[in-house]
């Protein structure tokens, strides 16, 4: 039981950084933005926020230091794609190569440092109800958070005439923009958002999921991230079923790799980018045919005045 | 007394419907009516050297249908969106009840009273019908309650709409009416309609006359775009005429006649289009077997049953309202989708269901799609490469995989020269010349390889009137050479114009086809909007 | 007073030519800043990274053999982003072709094996590429499914498997229990063209990829073809071109590049098979080819240019301990400066007065 227990907390803690920055990438491409600078702006996240809570001391500060750089990265990724026109996938790359580096540079200095972890929730009585108690009521605020921002979004986009308009202008951005909505602003605001959140994704990582900073820690998630939204069909409910069940496949080959299954680590390390591959043909094969994609996805918008 | 002027001194009569009275009491004008509702003066947009409006006058009055009319290229919309806010007027005035009126955009125009329907609906196909008019609203009515008033402005003016249906689903003349219920639903006091009827069937067209007349009944303006002149004159009150971006007259469309408005429109006599006397058929050159298709996109037609036989020699045309299967029957003639059976499409005796286009093309056979940028052309392409898109089956520009310049550019010539092709250089990109010029090119370059089976489908679509002339001339020559022609068009008078035979395309069925001769605008419109010819010749049969 | 962009009617020859040019400009600006900020001579620095290894004849040689994969699977890379599909994996198929030839090198070590076994372990190098890169390219053909994820996570699938392989079944006995492999027999090494230098076989065939892809994509109708189904889709289907055949066709040969300059570079400059065979050369590759605006003359020279920064940047960090990540900073820099200046090819800034307030008085 309390090998259950310990399971169902880790897998939380692994889907974490997956489903916020997926939340923000959702909201992003639901205004018709192909963002795929999530890696980048991550790890960036990561380092930023390492660092703020290796000089204050507070994860909080260091939790708002990773939104910081996630966002300030993205407003490049805005002023290339919106504000220049240019090809969303290369500026995206580019993004995700310039994060890596940047990262590197920044968090040279971090390596070996080691900072007291997000403080955990702590309820008497609550927490300490068996096995329930700690998952429920004893997280760190990072999984609050991200539960809190699925349930923001859904509403946001459904029961909101904002999240009505962001719809409609990834569905139709000409449509859109004959209505008199102002396009670009609009995708600026979502872009930011998804910067946002995957900064604090990343910052999560050296904040909560391990008390330090390794360059590269964020291992791919970005990418991940990127699927879950695909796999989610743009819907934030599926979303968060994604995202565990992604947290749920590294975890479990973690502990595979413990049980001395006897496949070499290589391969069961390798199973959750397997399982995307996986994952990617099996969700668009179901969809063959007609596409859930938001119509707008990844075109190129330049009003006419 | 003629109301038709050329010069702009005139002075108007307040109430163009109420002329005759008027004129034959002076003193019962009412004071009231002194300004227009809306008023524009010297209004002029100016696109670096290009004028796309030179200095317009135009006044609309309370309780008038207002014509615009004009030909592709004439203004007509740069002085709409100006009107309803979307761009903004390099000089010049307008007037809103007599004060001077900005805006910033389209919602303040709303604000003020002032509604559009423009020919590009503004419409979102994975959203349901009630979110669509909320996004066209303002937003501060409750979604629940605007759902409700939705159906219920909807059902009172005879424009059924259903709030949660998604708009995907929804056929063209359905999509209209929720352009059009969403506009009266701000109560407008001045509604625009850009080129309404361009996407209805006659019978739906009436009906959307028997609306507008009651909005006019109500009080409120109408400025109705057009350039089917027989609508004009059928509905329309006053009529200002645009030319080459400048006001060129004002009239009242019921006494001119339809030769005379054309001739203000295009600023000449039209050129007739003149057939070759007593054309011969000769054999069969295209013939299609009860082509079945199934969807390959959900949003698509199904083919049933499609069957018709094309001599060399003849054109047919096939009519119907967009949406009912042409674009699907041109991908199955072009090859672009396969048919099930080899037999059922047969190219000059050959069976060619299974084979791709290419090899089509080297059976003779050519074809001119409905979207030139991005479906006939490569739009930054030039045009030379994009001869070598059609060409390259079999006329001689590739040799062992390697490309011959050469004859790519002589394509290129050589359509210029046949078919007046305006260009600013040699080999341009294709997006750069105008739809007129690029289409002619587009037909130039099919008919240049001599084919034996010709299918185009809208031919002259948003294309000027000189360009239209010169490609339906094109096609009748063709046909006169011996080739068989297939015409898929929208416009029923190029239709009568150039045709042998008219069928009708309605749900992914092909009528049987008629005589041009004998296709009347009605039986053709009741074609168009489903019933089939034996239900007609029953209906006939009762009702004489 | 507001900036807008709008369509130019036609593309801009001038731009055009002039784009890679600023693009390098403001990097270099941009890069002083940065030397600046740590606390490094801006000017010296920008020495040692672009002059230095000009001024020296091994670096030269070393210059031309680290371009040579990025050249070859640029030029791949080119061929994909021509046709609109994103090869994002070309790492995991350099790593491909370096595992599938060095299998070979691994079974004849030792053993007397004859001449046959190089060109017989790069033709394995190229066909695995292709192989692994028809992958995602299957995937995306066949299920729609996005290639640029699929292809992406099967490099870390392939990094996986190759350290599989060099921690066990093939590590070097012999090594001190170092992950890698025993260092390849001659016959399954790759010749250096000179007797003591450094050029080796690779740049030879780095230069015929390129002279083929420029008659390939300037003159003949596969290339027409691969242009015209990356910029029109309906239109390529209108001409006769059938996508599906050209996203294969470009995935295997930009795999089968990586294939092979993942094996070229086991076999030639490493000699032996490791973890870390490539730094990160797939990944460049692809500013590689957006630098070189997917022409291969331009790929050339591009190619050529960061592999100058990939030594200017050993060299800086060595001589003024700049780390080594400046390098990845300036190559991003490098990419979003060039797709920037690459947009006005298409669109230009206009000055228009902003729109102006309604009148409230109205009504």
New interface residues.
């Given amino acids: 039981m309390e090998l259950f227990e310990a399971i169902i907390l880790s897998v939380l803690a692994a889907s974490t950084p997956l489903l916020i920055a997926a939340t923000g990438e959702l909201v992003t491409e639901r205004a018709g933005v192909l963002n795929l600078g999530v890696e980048g702006m991550m790890i960036v996240g990561a380092a930023c926020g390492f660092g703020g809570a290796l000089l204050t001391g507070s994860t909080t500060v260091g939790a708002i230091c990773g939104i910081a750089a996630g966002t300030a990265l993205s407003l490049v990724f805005a002023l290339m794609t919106l504000g220049l026109a240019v090809n969303q996938v290369a500026t995206g790359l580019a993004l995700t190569i310039l994060g890596i580096g940047l990262s590197g540079l920044i968090g040279a200095g971090f390596v070996g440092e080691r900072i007291t972890p997000a403080p955990q929730l702590y309820i008497p009585g609550l927490t300490d109800i068996p096995i329930l108690g700690r998952i429920l009521f004893g997280e760190d605020g990072f999984v609050y958070a991200s539960l809190l921002m699925v349930v923001g979004v859904w509403l946001f986009l459904y029961r909101t005439r904002s999240g009505l308009i962001i719809r409609a202008v990834g569905d139709n951005h000409v449509s859109a923009h004959a209505l008199g909505y102002p396009v670009l602003k609009i995708r600026l605001g979502a872009v930011m958002f998804g910067g946002a959140c995957a900064g604090l994704a990343g910052a999560y990582l050296p904040l909560a999921y391990t008390p330090f900073f390794v360059p590269g820690m964020t291992a791919g998630r970005g990418w991940i991230a990127l699927a879950l939204v695909v796999f989610s069909s743009w819907r934030p409910g599926r979303l968060v079923i994604g995202a565990y069940l992604f947290g749920a496949v590294t975890i479990l080959q973690l502990h595979a790799q413990g049980w001395g299954v006897g496949i070499p680590s290589q391969f069961m390390s390798a199973l959750p980018y397997l399982a995307t591959v996986i994952v990617l043909v099996l969700i668009s094969r179901a969809r063959a045919g007609g596409s859930t994609a938001p119509a707008a996805l990844g075109t190129v918008f330049v009003p006419d005045r | 007394m003629s109301y038709l002027t050329q010069n702009l001194d005139v002075v108007l009569p307040r109430r163009p419907s109420d002329a005759w009275s008027q004129m034959s009491n002076p003193m019962s004008i009412d004071p009231q009516r002194q300004t227009p509702l809306l008023q524009t003066i010297g209004l002029t947009k100016r696109y670096g050297t290009f004028l796309a409006t030179d200095s317009i006058d135009i006044d609309i009055w309370p309780r008038e249908i207002h014509a615009l009319l004009g030909e592709n290229g004439a203004g007509k919309s740069t002085l709409v969106k100006k009107i309803y806010?979307?761009?903004?007027p390099s000089e010049g005035e307008m007037r809103?009840?007599g004060?001077?009126?900005?805006?910033?955009?389209?919602?303040?125009a709303r604000a003020?009273?002032i509604g559009m329907v423009?020919q590009?609906?503004?419409?979102?196909?994975?959203?349901t019908v009630a979110?669509n008019v909320?996004?066209?609203l303002d937003?501060k009515e409750p979604f629940k309650d605007m759902s409700a008033r939705l159906e219920e402005v909807a059902n009172v003016y005879g424009l059924p709409l259903d709030p949660k249906r998604e708009v995907w689903r929804l056929s063209v003349g359905e999509r209209q009416r929720i352009e059009i219920v969403r506009a009266l639903m701000q109560d407008p006091k001045f509604l625009i309609l850009d080129e309404p009827t361009a996407v209805l069937t006659p019978q739906e067209a009436d009906q959307l006359f028997i609306v507008l007349e009651r909005l006019k009944a109500e009080g409120r303006a109408i400025l109705y775009i057009s350039h089917k002149l027989e609508e004009v004159k059928r509905l329309c009150d006053t009529a200002t005429i645009l030319r080459g971006g400048k006001r060129i007259s004002i009239c009242v469309p019921r006494n001119e006649t339809a030769a005379s408005l054309a001739r203000m429109m295009v600023g000449a006599d039209v050129k007739e289009v003149k057939a070759a006397a007593g054309r011969r058929t000769t054999v069969p050159r295209l013939v299609v077997n009860d082509l079945n298709m199934e969807l390959?996109?959900?949003h698509g037609v199904r083919l049933e049953h499609i069957s018709l036989e094309l001599k060399g020699g003849e054109i047919l045309g096939i009519a119907g309202v967009a949406g009912n299967g042409q674009n699907e029957l041109f991908s199955a003639l072009?090859?672009?989708r396969l048919a099930k059976d080899p037999g059922m499409i047969v190219i000059d005796g050959h069976e060619a269901g299974h084979l791709?286009?290419?090899s089509r093309?080297k059976l003779g056979a050519a074809?001119v799609?409905e979207?030139r940028l991005?479906?006939?052309?490569?739009?930054?392409?030039k045009l030379s490469?994009n001869a070598?898109?059609?060409g390259?089956?079999a006329s001689g520009m590739?040799q062992h995989?390697?490309?011959n310049m050469a004859a790519m550019l002589a394509t290129v010539d050589r359509a210029t020269e046949i078919f007046d092709v305006r260009k600013a250089k040699r080999d341009?990109?294709a997006?750069?010349l105008s739809g007129g010029n690029l289409q002619k090119f587009i037909v130039g370059r099919e008919i240049l390889r001599n084919p034996t089976v010709l299918v185009v489908s809208q031919p002259t679509w948003g294309v000027d009137a000189g360009a239209a002339a010169v490609i339906r001339q094109a096609l009748l020559d063709l046909a006169a050479s011996g080739a068989a022609v297939l015409v898929t068009s929208q416009d029923l008078d190029e239709l009568t114009e150039i045709t042998d035979r008219i069928a009708v395309m309605f749900h992914g069925h092909l009528s049987e086809p008629l005589a041009t001769s004998d296709a009347s605008r009605e039986k053709l419109g009741l074609l168009m909007g489903g019933s089939t010819l034996p239900q007609m010749e029953a209906n006939d049969a009762v009702g004489a | 007073m507001l900036l807008v962009l709008e369509k130019r009617a036609e593309q801009s020859n001038t731009v055009a030519l002039a784009s890679p040019l600023i693009a390098i400009c403001l990097t270099i600006v941009t890069m002083s800043i940065l030397f600046a900020i740590l606390d490094k001579n801006p000017i010296s620095a920008l020495g040692v990274y672009f002059i230095d290894p000009l001024t020296d004849g091994y670096s030269l040689q070393e210059i031309a053999v680290k371009a040579a994969p990025l050249v070859m699977i640029g030029i791949g890379l080119s061929l994909c982003y021509l046709a609109n599909v994103w090869n994002i994996g070309a790492e995991g198929q350099l790593l491909a072709g370096a595992v599938a030839g060095s299998w070979l090198a691994v079974k004849t070590q030792g053993t007397d094996a004859g001449a046959w076994v190089l060109p017989t372990m790069l033709l394995m190098g190229a066909v695995a590429g292709a192989l692994y890169a028809l992958i995602p390219a299957l995937c995306k053909v066949r299920f729609g499914a996005s290639e640029i994820l699929t292809s992406l996570m099967l490099v870390y699938v392939a990094d996986l498997f190759l350290d599989y392989l060099v921690r066990g079944p093939w590590r070097d006995p012999a090594g001190f229990n170092f992950p890698t492999t025993a260092k390849f027999d001659p016959v399954a090494t790759v010749p250096a063209l000179i007797e003591g230098g450094r050029l080796h076989l690779g740049v030879v065939i780095a230069l015929i990829v390129v002279a083929g892809a420029a008659v390939l994509l300037g003159r003949t109708i596969k290339g027409f073809e691969i242009r015209v189904v990356g910029a029109a889709s309906r239109a390529a289907r209108f001409g006769g071109f059938k996508s599906n055949r050209v996203i294969l066709l470009t995935f295997a040969i930009s795999g089968a590049l990586a294939g092979l300059a993942g094996i070229i570079e086991v076999a030639g400059p490493v000699g032996h098979l490791q973890p870390g065979i490539s730094p990160g050369y797939g990944f460049t590759a692809i500013i590689v080819a957006f630098l070189g605006r997917l022409n291969p003359m331009g790929i050339l020279i591009a190619g050529l240019f960061l592999a100058l920064t990939f030594i200017g940047g050993e060299q800086a960090q060595i001589a003024m301990k700049i780390p080594l990540d400046v390098t990845k900073v300036l190559q991003g820099l490098l990419l979003f400066y060039v797709l920037a200046c690459d947009s006005l090819i298409l669109y230009r800034f206009r000055l228009i007065s902003p729109s102006p307030k309604a009148h409230h008085g109205v009504v």
Avoid: C, Y
């Fill in positions: 806010g979307l761009i903004q809103w009840q004060k001077p009126m900005t805006l910033a955009g389209p919602s303040e003020l009273g423009s590009h609906f503004s419409l979102f196909d994975n959203l979110e909320a996004l066209g937003g390959d996109d959900p072009s090859g672009e791709s286009i290419t093309r074809f799609p979207e991005g479906h006939g052309t490569v739009p930054r392409m490469e070598l898109l059609t390259h089956a590739v995989g390697f490309v341009p990109e997006a750069s």
